[in-house]
């Protein structure tokens, strides 16, 4: 069985950087690209990026450019996401999805982020 | 960047009820089209594929239909379990964009 396990939620100051981790089970890992969500008040969701877990090649929303770093770790099949110099605009849910060919067939459970002071 | 503009943004109906969801993208997307349905405080899940393809396990009374830059996808005979919010996006290339949403209540 396809599973995406998150990480847990966090609770981080405004300037501070974080990482958020997806585990991936149930099927080869570095045969699907991973890509990144953003979502927003429960409502708009927004692709960050993915990254190719065979080679560590990446594509960027634009938007999320300087804010958003994805990285792989093969040897643990998990897929993370550093967010950088956080502010409250990016208090969200974020999701990791599995890119199936052009569909997103699994998706992680979700990351609740809160940056506060 | 292709943008998708999503109609309509919310849907108050009744159980039993035909709806119809339709995206339209800023450019031609040939068919790579996704639809998501998405549960308060739960992920997306696939619904339909390229379009007009229905997802391992989805119920018959969801179709996807389109080509070019205008999609829809419609619900017959409306189930309870089918209210949530219903999300397009396009894969003719990154950004992956998705549409703004619908969410469909009971009326």
């Known amino acids: 069985e396809v599973q995406l396990q998150q990480s847990g939620p966090e609770l981080v100051k405004p300037g501070a950087s974080m990482k958020i981790s997806c585990k991936a089970s149930?099927?080869?890992?570095?045969?699907?690209?991973m890509n990144w969500v953003k979502q927003s008040h429960g409502k708009n969701l927004e692709w960050i990026g993915l990254i190719n877990p065979y080679n560590g090649g990446t594509s960027y929303n634009q938007k999320f450019k300087g804010k958003a770093t994805l990285t792989v770790d093969k040897s643990s099949s998990t897929a993370y996401m550093e967010l950088l110099s956080l502010t409250s605009e990016d208090s969200a849910v974020y999701y990791c999805?599995?890119?199936?060919?052009?569909?997103?067939?699994?998706w992680g459970q979700g990351t609740t982020l809160t940056v506060s002071s | 960047d292709i943008q998708m503009t999503q109609s309509p943004a919310s849907l108050s109906v009744s159980v039993g009820e035909t709806v119809t969801i339709t995206c339209r993208a800023s450019?031609?997307?040939?068919?790579?089209l996704a639809w998501y349905q998405q549960k308060q405080g739960k992920s997306p899940q696939l619904l339909v594929y390229?379009?007009?393809n229905l997802a391992d396990g989805v119920p018959s009374r969801f179709s996807g239909s389109g080509s070019g830059t205008q999609y829809s996808l419609k619900i017959n005979s409306l189930q309870s379990e089918d209210f949530g919010s219903y999300y397009c996006q396009h894969f003719w290339g990154t950004p992956f964009t998705f549409g703004s949403g619908t969410k469909l209540e009971i009326k």
């Open positions: 390229a379009a007009t």
């Open positions: 149930g099927y080869s890992f570095t045969g699907y690209t």
């Open positions: 450019e031609n997307i040939y068919s790579n």
């Open positions: 999805a599995r890119n199936y060919v052009n569909y997103f067939d699994y």
